[in-house]
């Protein structure tokens, strides 16, 4: 169970993310597909990102509002207009408040950790303000998404937090809905595979028969990132009460009596 | 008085200034600080929480006998867990133990660890609930905290169940296998 929240894809990519929106099969580092989006206004240019190492400026990387996922998507299934359009809000979002929090905090990551961010890994001492910038990314991103209803249908994506890991697979649980099983590479490959990590698969359409089907990694628009804050007190996380099936295989034994060491009496 | 150097016994909302002041966190430890500011703002609101009555909660105090110095704080409920089939399990979920400052690590002069009296506590208590509790107690403790860790081991709670998140362990009393497990509805 995973309680009141929303579970969205991570809204920060690389421009490998769009390219292998628009081209499911080719390589997701080549040039002209990107190219061609731009050109056609299905895609935004990002927003640039200086990367430091040492105290010393090491290069720059570019990255995207999620959105531009859904126009390379739009573009592919001919859909030119609406491609346009949610380029567009990509531009908008990324020329906005909340991106440019993100970027100034990327901006200041050491190393090559901000492409981990974008990857949707945040680093163990990553300043808590880098969270509330992704939160924030993440709300507008959403909020973006509801105003263009094709998107709805655009793809299938089943977002939720990982509740079991089995050799072979993860086990996904929705805030609504059924259990999925994700294979654990695909999980792994997402940097999402322990319990407690939020992770989507995403199915895209190719034809009627078949999709594309991606695991990434997934955020909390309202409250926690990534693993998720934690509280082991009070009675609102059901994580808490949860069980896998190898905890009910040993609940379902007979439990010992207590051991009480100190005899002890108590007051009313 | 039994003659005893410490006494528990039930909180009640009268408690709140006492449990306001409690310290037992390292405050560069992340994990103690969380345990020190549930017990100081939210415990006692958890004990008698109107919503939560079915579940029993119960909050312990433990003071020195000579001194009234609280030195422990400790907390129970009923909890129902369940399984992604449906499948529920009665238990006791161990809500907080925490040992004051001065007396963590510290043993009574007749030999007792003021962490084991504390424990016992909860053992006691949720033994003689009415109507019964099961007999299952479960604790969530932080993966750094070896000496709650050690404590939890003592007193039985020595299987380990899956974790709720990757910095926790859910520790569990034992049960003895079952030849052939089925799926039990309630038990």
Redesign the interface.
Known sequence: MVGDMTIATWPVVGRRSVVHAYKPGESSAAEGPFRTLRVHAWASSGVRVTRRAGGRLVGQMTIFSSLNVESARLARNGNPDAAERVAHAAAQLEAGPEFVWLQRILSDLPGHDAKRVVDGVLPDDAPAALAEALKAVARRTEQLRAGELILATLAEVIAGRI??VHEGYV?L?RVSGP?AMVPRWMAVAAGRD????LLALVMDKLDDASAVVEAVPAIDVDGDVG??V??????G???????????????????????????????? | M?G?EW????GRPADRALLASFTCADPAVGWQV?VEQ?IRT?LLD?SVDPH?VS?DPRL?LAFVTATRELFGVAAHER???????G?Q?H?T?L??LAIAIPWQGRRFHTG?RAS??L???V??????RVPPR????FA???EDNQRSIALCH???LV?E????????R?I???????AQ????RV?
């Open positions: 509740a079991e086990l649980v259990a322990k319990v407690g990590e693993a998720g934690f509280s082991p007190f009070g009675r996380d059901m994580r808490v009460r949860n069980l896998t099936q190898e905890d009910q295989r040993l609940l379902a034994g007979e439990p010992q009596p207590l051991r009480i060491l100190v005899p002890v009496l108590i007051e009313a | 039994s005893l006494c528990i016994r039930s969380e549930f939210q958890w939560a579940g312990l909890v129902i867990l369940q399984g992604g089939d499948a399990f238990a979920k809500e907080v007792e084991d009296v424990m016992s506590a053992m006691t208590d949720v033994s003689a099961d007999v299952r107690v969530l403790v932080h003592r007193h039985g299987e169940m899956s974790r709720p998140h990757p910095d926790y859910r569990v009393t034992p049960h003895k296998p079952q497990v089925r799926s039990p038990r």
